[in-house]
């Protein structure tokens, strides 16, 4: 038998705890041992939950008890979560995390310290929820060189546009909305301005490329400008709008970028509604491929921290290895980024925009005193520049 601890019995905690009792026959079939809570450490009581039984206050009767092997972190934040796991490591059980925040800022440091003493620490739950993408990063894509991630990394932003686009609501109208249906925090800033995106891809873009890669680096918009005259152009396009979480590798240089974007029905992440995330990868030889599922909620984030215990179960005393050097990967300025802009202007003549602008595809029929196009290719700084000629730009939304 092993036995296990959870550090927090908040949303996550009690999922995992709840995967743990209800499958206990179905992990014992396929792991051939069975897995105990032996201990749950949470500051508050659960009266009439049965937590109650092997709920302790206390973290050192966790870090001292040589029974338990391993530790699931499901507390959130930096602090103390970053303090218990470094001591749960160095007093060699293994830790299970879906907490994003530790592990884009202390990741490749926890890996080292769990290496020195023969344990592991494992973060599938840390992004994209249940879905699998830390595992297949590490094993199935491990011999592929990694050209591009791009995800739609967070439910909530993807709900609100969604609804956005089928019920042509305002953002403000749709975020209450989500709000009272629990898919939006009551301080929504990390959803909706786009920093849990963010802290998403720098992970996912740190283990494909095996260096650090430092969250503040990447330009980060939010969808808090993005409006139903936007989607309005965009239908007219036969499109749709999505935040984008996306990093490339072109030649030696790394780009990073968390934005909306026009997006195509050609594209696979078109199609991706509601509360549903989706990774697409693309790589040198095996081409794209694309992970989709729930990537939020209690069950679905504590299935994949379990997935993370079973991995560590079979491998007691052992090490499982994940590349990621505590060295920077330079992510070059996102100026140099070549790509479509659609761009909303008051209205003005065509012969002026192309003369600025090139090229363009001319949309004069959505919203009165207005008019929008879509540019032909050009670097971000191009586009500034042009944008800062013209001078009159109402907004700019990136076309993938």
Excluded at 18 to 42: R, T
Excluded at 156 to 163: A, D, E, M, S
């Amino acid at each position: 038998m092993t036995k296990i601890a959870i550090l927090g019995y908040g949303t996550v905690g009690s999922g995992v705890y709840e995967v743990v009792k209800k499958n206990k026959d179905v992990i014992a079939g396929k792991l051939g041992d069975e897995i105990q809570v032996k201990y749950v450490l949470d500051l508050r009581e659960f009266e009439g939950d049965p937590v109650q039984e092997v709920l302790v206050h206390d973290v050192d009767v966790i870090l001292n008890d040589a029974e338990v092997a391993i530790v699931c972190e499901t507390m959130g934040g930096e602090h103390p979560a970053y303090e218990f796991t470094k001591r749960a490591l160095e007093s060699g059980k293994s830790v299970c995390t879906s907490n994003k925040e530790l592990v884009e800022k202390h990741g490749p440091e926890l890996i080292r310290i769990a290496e020195a003493h023969d344990c592991s620490y494992l973060f599938e739950a840390s992004v994209g929820g249940g879905i699998p993408i830390i595992r297949p990063l590490r094993t199935s894509l491990a011999q592929e060189e990694i050209l591009s991630i791009t995800g739609i990394l967070n439910g909530t932003t993807n709900y609100i546009l969604t609804k956005m686009e089928t019920e042509g609501l305002a953002f403000d109208t749709v975020l209450a909305r989500a709000q009272e249906k629990g898919y939006a925090e009551k301080n929504p800033d990390a959803d909706v301005l786009g920093l849990d995106a963010c802290r998403k891809i720098a992970i996912l873009t740190s283990l494909a490329y095996g260096k650090k890669v430092d969250f503040e680096d990447i330009v980060t918009e939010g969808i808090t400008a993005i409006t139903d005259v936007d989607f309005a152009y965009a239908k007219k396009m036969g499109a749709t709008i999505k935040l984008f979480a996306k990093s490339v590798k072109k030649g030696d240089k790394y780009y990073a970028i968390v934005a909306p974007f026009i997006v195509k029905p050609e594209n696979p992440l078109y199609a991706v509604k509601g509360v549903f995330n989706a990774i697409l990868i693309n790589c040198n030889m095996g081409g794209e491929t694309m992970y989709y599922g729930k990537g939020a909620g209690k069950l679905a984030t504590a299935s994949a921290v379990v997935a993370d215990v079973l991995d560590c179960a079979r491998h007691i005393g052992k090490h499982l290895d994940i590349r990621w050097e505590d060295q920077k990967l330079a992510i070059s300025p996102v100026d140099g980024a070549v790509r479509r802009f659609f761009v909303r202007v008051p209205l003005a003549d065509e012969p002026r925009i192309k003369d600025i602008f090139g090229e363009v595809e001319m949309y004069t029929d959505i919203a009165a005193g207005e008019c929008g196009f879509v540019t032909e290719e050009m670097t971000e700084a191009e586009y500034r520049d042009k944008a800062a000629g013209f001078g009159s730009v109402l907004s700019m939304i990136r076309v993938d």
